[in-house]
């Protein structure tokens, strides 16, 4: 089973007449994978998956869902995938289970069967102890798995996840990769989901989608997008040297780029480990000393600063979603379990 | 998943959710105490202070004259016929103006309505609150139609009230209302029944209004814009017959008035219930309309 579920074709969203939020974006999704989508703030991330979740319409472009038109059939998308958006959206005011059997009632669920299903997804996410607790009392972590269970209730087959782990501190965040894998793995079910964290696409997701500007400038596994940067870094100072040694270096056929800073070289190769030792030989043999030698491999970060030439940026959003922002953050940090 | 079969049969009905939509909003009120205590303490007080501190009949009373205005020194039976000429002279005025003789029974009806429609302007701020602490989005990824959601609105913001005005007319009644011959047990379900469908209509407005907003500010000004002039401008603390012709206008416009006077025909007028054929038609095609003014509004912009 490797059908496409999400297929995109020329997805398009403009705001306010010329604010290109989505810029004609293709891409599709294999049945039973974790997709990421990778950007910056307002890079149209979110705008995608208000879209795929037919929360609003595009201005061009298709896109489809087991078949089915987002636009068009949204009532039978809507009642096969389930959303879990960036901001917190539960009820403070209600205590967990409330909030689970209210969406429960919101998709039309009936009550005995969302009982049941509840009180097991709540279960699941390790919550049944907090259930009649107000949601106002929940730290981040604890937020972030009522809202996820409250988008599984309705037996999703597609999983969409808007910044799954945003403001949550690095164990918190773990864990919630953790609910991930279990969906993925022991439910078989598709997840989509978008991210400004390089290592939460590195790790979580089988392929993932770099999109700046409301464009997708390049989709690939995590590994196929870091060898595609051509390779290793090495570091290397030499102690002795007055001289240029970058033409020396270059001559290890494996060497794919060299830059210097004074004593330090950067130097890009294939196969860092097997390399290393070719370029101290040859450094060596024209009797210079190596100082220092370090190795790294490629991370998503620097694939990410190689396609969108920046570090993370900052856009100004809509003032509601600006507020929301800072709300969930704020709220995230609440005390901690 | 093993339980997919289970949840299909979902969405048998269009307006499914609006149950629990409805007593969400019952729920928070009523788990919340201190809110809970003081919007039902509020009738007390309004009609204890307003209700007994505005005694307009007790103007026409002797005791309203200066004594030593009486020249030559008014004997014991002069004062008598002054006394009784008042007396008659209240009664006519209030009858004729008021349609009952005593002003707490007149303004008791009116503070029914008045409160129905503060108690409305939350529908309005909860709005508010679910655009900006997220629920709103949840919402829309949710089968459940956007009328359903208004609808959760308006008769949650209804009930809230009507839950208040039922519990004003307990203690008008406590207090000393003086029922008309129009007055049966069955007419008490009437003045419910217009109760809740001018709630209906009122939170509809502040329902509408509040579909874009993400201030409150906004709204608590909004609320004061209307809900004053609505009460100024008909008659709830003064008959329009005695208004100026441009206000007598206004005033027949509004549909507090209608609502006002279909309380006060069934509780405590005399002479039929005929009036309140008019009264029900008037506010239930407000009703009507404000209704149908959000849901469409609902559609067009809830998303964006």
């Known amino acids: 089973m490797t059908e496409d579920v999400i297929v995109v074709e020329g997805l398009t969203k403009i705001f306010n007449g010329d604010l290109i939020a989505v810029d004609h ?36 472009g298709k896109a489809s ?17 389930g959303v879990m958006q960036q901001v917190y959206t539960a009820d403070e005011d209600l205590t967990g289970y409330q909030n689970v059997m209210l969406i429960a009632a919101l998709y039309g669920v009936p009550k005995d069967v969302a009982k049941k299903r509840s009180l097991e997804l709540l279960n699941l996410v390790e919550l049944t102890a907090f259930k009649d607790k107000e949601v106002q009392t929940y730290s981040g972590g604890m937020r972030r798995r009522l809202e996820l269970i409250c988008s599984l209730i309705n037996n999703p087959k597609v999983l969409f996840l808007d910044e799954p782990t945003l403001g949550l501190d690095v164990q918190t965040r773990a864990a919630t990769w953790n609910y991930l894998r279990v969906l993925k793995k022991e439910f078989g079910m598709t997840l989509f989901l978008t991210t400004h964290y390089m290592e939460e696409a590195d790790s979580l997701c089988d392929r993932v989608a770099i999109i700046d500007h409301g ?23 030499i102690q002795n040297a007055t001289e240029d040694l970058s033409d020396l270096i270059k001559m290890v056929p494996t060497v794919k780029g060299v830059q210097r800073q004074d004593e330090t070289y950067r130097i890009k190769a294939e196969n860092g480990e097997e390399t290393a030792p070719y370029i101290m030989e040859a450094v060596r043999a024209e009797g210079y000393k190596v ?31 600006a507020f929301q922002q800072r709300e969930t953050m704020r709220r995230a940090g609440g005390e901690s379990r | 998943m093993t339980r997919m079969a289970e949840g299909r049969k979902e969405h048998s009905n269009p307006l499914h959710g609006l149950r629990a939509l409805t007593s969400r909003e019952l729920t928070k009120w009523f788990k919340n105490p201190i809110v809970f205590i003081l919007t039902v303490s509020q009738p007390v007080i309004w009609l204890g202070l307003l209700g007994k501190g505005l005694n307009i009949s007790g103007l026409f009373s002797v005791k309203s004259l ?5 020249t030559p020194p008014a004997t014991q039976q002069q004062f008598l016929q002054i006394s009784a000429y008042f007396t008659s002279l209240q009664s006519h005025v209030m009858t004729s103006y008021f349609g009952v003789t005593d002003y707490f029974s007149y303004l008791a009806c009116s503070l029914i309505i008045f409160l ?45 009230a009507l839950v208040q005005a039922i519990i004003l007319l307990g203690i008008a009644f406590l207090f000393g209302i003086t029922i008309g011959t129009n007055f049966r047990p069955y007419t008490l379900l009437g003045a419910v029944a217009i109760i809740f469908i001018f709630g ?18 906004t709204q608590s000004a909004f609320i004061n814009f209307v809900n004053i002039p609505l009460v100024f401008a008909s008659n709830a603390f003064f008959p329009a017959s005695l208004m100026p012709n441009w206000l007598q206008t206004i005033v027949n416009v509004n549909p507090t008035t209608y609502a006002i ?17 008019v009264d029900f038609a008037y506010v239930g095609t407000f009703a009507l309309i404000t209704i149908i003014l959000s849901v469409v509004l609902a559609w067009r912009y809830l998303n964006k």
């Open chain 1, 215 to 237: 464009k997708i400038i390049t989709i690939g596994t995590p590994n196929d997008l870091k060898k595609g940067l051509g390779g290793d870094i090495i570091m290397l100072s």
């Open chain 2, 261 to 277: 006077d279909a309380v006060r025909t069934f509780l405590i007028n005399r002479g039929g219930l005929s009036k309140v054929t």
């Open chain 2, 200 to 217: 209906m209509g009122m939170s509809s407005i502040f329902v509408a209004v509040s579909l874009r907003s993400t201030r409150m500010e």
């Open chain 1, 65 to 81: 869902i087991f078949g089915k038109d987002v636009a068009s059939q949204n009532l039978n998308v809507k009642n096969s995938i």
């Open chain 1, 291 to 321: 100082g220092r030698l370090s190795l790294s491999r490629p991370t998503l970060d620097e694939v990410y600063l190689e396609f969108t030439g920046k570090s993370l940026r900052e856009e100004e959003g809509s003032k509601i979603s």
């Open chain 2, 116 to 160: 129905t429609l503060m108690a409305t302007t939350y529908s309005s701020m909860s709005v508010v609150l679910d655009r900006r602490f997220g629920f709103i989005d949840k919402l829309l990824t949710t089968s459940v139609s956007k009328t359903t959601f208004v609808m959760g609105k308006i008769v949650s913001g209804a009930l809230r």
């Open chain 1, 25 to 60: 974006v293709s891409f599709s999704v294999k049945n039973g994978e974790i997709f990421g989508f990778l950007g910056p703030n307002g890079a149209g991330k979110t705008t995608t998956i208000k879209m795929l979740t037919t929360v609003l319409k595009p201005a061009e």
């Open chain 2, 66 to 70: 200066p004594y030593l205005s009486l």
